[in-house]
């Protein structure tokens, strides 16, 4: 069970791994993935299951960043 401030670490640690990803793409949809979630999930009186579904994405957000960091973006700017 996740109090408030447990609940707002655990987004602070979502955000601060999806910093983690070479491409910016990934970085931003990390970023709106994390708030979204939190937003829709506010309300809820029962924070246990938002503080599991968050700790679970919080494996797979830092385990997509290792797995991206062993390609790294091309050094040259796409124009398109």
Known sequence: MGSRSELLSLCRALLRAGRQ???????????????DGFR?????????????EAKAQLVVVERS????SLYPPPKTKNIM
């Open 40 to 52: 829709m999930n506010k309300n809820l009186t029962d924070q246990s299951k938002a503080y599991a």
């Open 65 to 68: 960043v290792k797995l991206y």
């Open 21 to 35: 990803f070479p491409h910016y793409n990934l970085r931003e949809y990390t970023k709106r993935r994390t708030m």
